[in-house]
């Protein structure tokens, strides 16, 4: 129980983080091991999908499932078109990439993509985020501050609008 709590925050972080191309049925897996200072690794596992759409209110119902430490732990949130980032957005990532971070291509269990990796710095944390053209825009994370280490990988996506 201890070590799925440490993680709990991690889910939202990610839930609000780079989310990107809203199709119904968008998926992505990722592959993570989070590290506390005190402790050793833990291995987890998220999937993330788009479910219905709710026209009335230009929502969709976005899950979350957290598989770490031997535990589930599933959260389904109702999100708005303007929480994610649209496909415009990721072009403009990756096109102004020169200024804001630095073009590359990333191999990682997904597959190899071009990615613009972008440094960001807040309160003591960092974060390197690779984007690219996969559901929610992100290809690879890694985060550190004073008191953890995580990193996670896509290994796994589809595009629910047929992409």
């Known amino acids: 129980m201890k070590t799925l709590s440490k993680l709990v925050f991690f889910v939202p972080f990610f839930a609000s983080m780079a989310l990107a191309m809203p199709e119904v049925h968008d998926f992505a897996k990722f592959e993570g091991v989070s590290t506390p200072k005190e402790g050793g690794p833990l291995s987890w596992v998220l999937e993330r999908t788009l479910g219905e759409y709710l026209p009335e209110t230009d929502e969709f119902v976005d899950t979350v499932v957290l598989w770490a430490g031997g535990q589930k732990m599933v959260q389904s949130t109702l999100r708005s078109r303007g929480d994610f980032l ?25 597959g190899t993509f071009e990615v613009c990796k972008v440094f960001y710095e807040e309160g003591g944390s960092q974060t390197t985020t690779w984007y690219g053209r996969v559901p929610f825009g992100v290809v690879k994370m890694a985060s550190q501050d004073e008191n953890s280490s995580s990193e996670q990988e896509l290994v796994e996506y589809s595009f629910g609008g047929g992409q």
């Open 86 to 110: 649209s496909d415009q957005r990721v072009e403009e990532i990756l096109n102004d990439c020169d200024t804001i971070g630095e073009q590359g291509t990333i191999q990682v269990g997904a």
